[in-house]
């Protein structure tokens, strides 16, 4: 069968190796391979910043699997082989896909892949062994160095904990502005204060985390109870003594760490329906995956078959609304159903205001709703839902990428029998 049809996967990991250049400048190669062999790119998957060779969900590597086996693609154009897979564990899934569908499969640099015939496949196999090594290697090589760092109490570099600017040689140096808000949360949350309400105080404030976004229960409670913040870091599971100052000591993190364990208006996580949700395509039960997404898992983090998953903020916002509508609790309705009318996060910001359209302060589904004098915790929204709701069937998106279709969770909800 002649390929008429291409789907183009790009992929960068955390930890550049220079052999692509980046998603823009694979897909400028591919294009090329593409145009050569006189076949119609119908569809891009790229994920940046994600590793082949680690644990966490490739959405766009399951979509690609999606394709090939509705007949949307008929062949897969990659820079590089290890660009669509380093672990025998993807490979299965890739050539059962490919072979079930009648695809091709070519890359810029090592050409064709054959995955129709027995050599073929064992060539790719060999490949992917040989990058499953690189990357065990890669991985041991690098606990090694952070073992060293940690004796010596150095800081091994990646993303600064808030509080601290990384200033090279393993050293970190405290930031004191964020200090002051490091001390004041702590002082709240020690004084009787929730995190949700500290969190609405910074976010209305406009104080940034590290990252420059909003600030959540579980952001907070992480900032307060890490052991760089007193001056530690972690080796072996155990903490051990940092070169840096600490901004807390040890007993007040302690006691942060106890309040936050034992206080269920504490909650350190704002997802509403994790347990109750099933995948549409194999009835699994989707599992939190990051901070916005529920995801169908596949093994070893799941049952699942791992192409279908859904923005957690907006699913949460639209269930709710269906509850309280349900419940017959029209000014919580109302508010819900104003979160789910905003536009896109990726609309443009407004002049002079510096905040896009859908701030996630606006429509994120919210840490409590107060209508007609009840102050609707977290705690109180997932026993309102579980009240009512006994499992939610999550569609699949009609179009990946589209407006999000609150319908995919509503038209799924499987409501409980009354007692």
């Excluded at 294009?31 to 994600?50: K, S």
């Excluded at 890359?107 to 496949?121: C, H, I, K, M």
């Amino acid at each position: 069968m002649t390929a008429s049809r291409a789907g183009i996967y790009t992929r960068t990991s955390r930890s550049p190796l220079g052999d692509g250049g980046g998603c823009a400048r694979q897909e400028v190669e591919c294009r090329r391979l593409a145009h050569a062999a006189g076949v119609a790119v119908v569809e891009v998957y790229e994920e940046g910043d994600v590793s082949a060779f680690g644990l966490r969900p490739r959405p766009e590597f399951a979509r690609l699997l999606t394709d090939i086996a509705s007949h949307r693609i008929d062949m897969v154009i990659a820079w590089h082989p290890d660009r669509i897979y380093r672990r025998q564990r993807d490979l299965v899934p890739f050539i059962d896909t490919v072979q079930a569908a009648g695809a091709s499969v070519a890359t810029v640099e090592t050409g064709e892949l054959d995955l129709a015939s027995p050599s073929g496949r064992m060539v790719a196999r060999i490949v992917g062994a040989l990058a499953e090594h690189e990357s065990e290697r890669r991985a041991e090589r690098l606990r090694f160095k952070h073992e060293e760092l940690a004796r010596a109490g150095r800081w091994p570099g990646g993303k600064r904990p808030y509080g601290y600017r990384y200033v090279g040689d393993g050293m970190l140096q405290v930031v004191p502005e964020e200090a002051l808000i490091i001390r004041e949360a702590a002082d709240r949350l020690i004084g009787g204060e929730s995190v949700s309400s500290v969190c609405r105080d910074l976010t209305r404030r406009d104080v940034p985390t590290a990252k420059g976004g909003l600030w959540y229960p579980d952001t907070l409670v992480g900032v307060l109870t890490k052991p760089s913040v007193y001056g530690y870091r972690m080796l072996g599971g155990e903490p051990t003594r940092g070169v840096w100052e600490p901004i807390l000591d040890k007993a007040t993190v302690d006691q942060i760490t106890e309040l936050t364990a034992r206080l269920p208006d504490l909650a350190t996580s704002a997802k509403l329906l994790c347990s109750l949700l099933r995948c549409g395509r194999c009835g699994s039960t989707l599992k939190s995956s990051g901070r916005n997404a529920y995801m169908c898992r596949r093994p070893p983090e799941g049952r699942g078959c791992g192409t279908l998953w859904i923005t957690s903020s907006r699913a949460d916002a639209a269930v709710l609304l269906e509850v309280c509508e349900r419940l017959g609790t029209d000014h919580h309705a109302r508010t819900s159903r104003g979160l789910l009318a905003r536009p896109s996060s990726r609309s443009k910001a407004q002049p002079g205001t510096g905040q896009t359209l859908d701030d996630p302060a606006t429509w994120r589904a919210p840490v409590s709703m107060t209508g007609d004098g009840s102050d609707w915790t977290v705690n109180e929204q997932r026993l309102a839902i579980r009240s009512v709701v006994d499992r939610i069937v999550v569609r699949p998106a009609a179009q990946q990428g589209g407006r999000f279709d609150p319908s995919r969770v509503t038209d799924g909800i499987v409501w409980r029998e009354p007692s």
